[in-house]
């Protein structure tokens, strides 16, 4: 059983750029979401998928987007990319909706120049 | 408006001693929490919950308390060893499984 793997591990785009990045969930879970990480902070939360359709959503603006597929993975998109977009993207899986404790990738580390 | 709170950035600890990292939290519908354990490079890795209905839970070494009327829980570790250094963050599950964290404690075991 594999555990939540992203892609890619580092990143840098300048500023006006577009990214996406990847998550692949783990086994057996249909549950993803997606944490923005700023360097001195704790993960917040950007938005949770289950079975493809967007479930909840914090307090970031709309050029922040997700997309989950059929096989449960999933992307984050980020366009017109800005110096504060600079952190650690973090993707968690959950067994299912109900399921309180989520389980984390290793990130991807944003840098916007 | 921060909702989960840990006023320590850090803490240094012997080995083989007591660790306690605290968290506060401010939303009394909160019913879930967790704690996850970071070193660099990697993703936070859950390391033990509990719900509102209990005021402890173990799972060998470590032990999470609660205290419902103070919104406080802490995490003990004992013994404290080398490998337990990393960060370790607080969390609380809000509506629709979001998780709200703290900004973490920075955790050093010196041998």
């Known amino acids: 059983e594999t555990g939540v793997t992203q892609s890619p591990t580092h990143l840098i785009k300048t500023r006006g750029q577009q990214v996406t990045l990847r998550c692949s969930s783990q086994?057996?879970?249909?549950?993803v979401s997606w944490y923005q990480q700023a360097l001195g902070q704790g993960p917040q939360f950007i938005f949770q998928y289950y079975r493809e359709e967007e479930n909840g959503r914090g307090n970031f603006p709309p050029r922040f987007s997700g997309l989950q597929f059929p096989n449960y993975s999933s992307e984050l998109n980020v366009n017109a990319l800005e110096l504060d977009d600079s952190a650690l993207y973090l993707c968690?899986?959950?067994?299912?909706?109900?399921?309180?404790?989520?389980?984390f990738g290793p990130g991807t580390r944003l840098t916007v120049l | 408006d921060q909702q989960v709170k840990q006023n320590s950035p850090s803490l240094s600890v012997q080995e083989g001693r007591i660790s306690i990292l605290n968290c506060d939290y401010t939303?009394?519908?909160?019913?879930?929490f967790l704690w996850y354990k970071k070193y660099p490079a990697e993703g936070p890795t859950f390391l033990i919950s509990?719900?509102?209905?209990?005021d402890k839970n173990e799972d060998g070494r470590f032990t999470v308390f609660l205290n419902k009327s103070a919104k406080h829980l802490s995490l003990h570790i004992v013994p404290s060893q080398p490998g337990d250094s990393a960060v370790y963050f607080c969390?609380?599950?809000?509506?629709?499984?979001?998780?709200?964290f703290g900004a973490g404690t920075i955790l050093r075991v010196k041998s």
């Open positions: 969390a609380a599950v809000e509506y629709g499984n979001k998780l709200v």
């Open positions: 086994s057996g879970h249909n549950t």
């Open positions: 509990i719900s509102s209905i209990k």
């Open positions: 968690a899986s959950s067994l299912r909706l109900a399921s309180d404790t989520q389980y």
């Open positions: 939303n009394s519908m909160f019913d879930y």
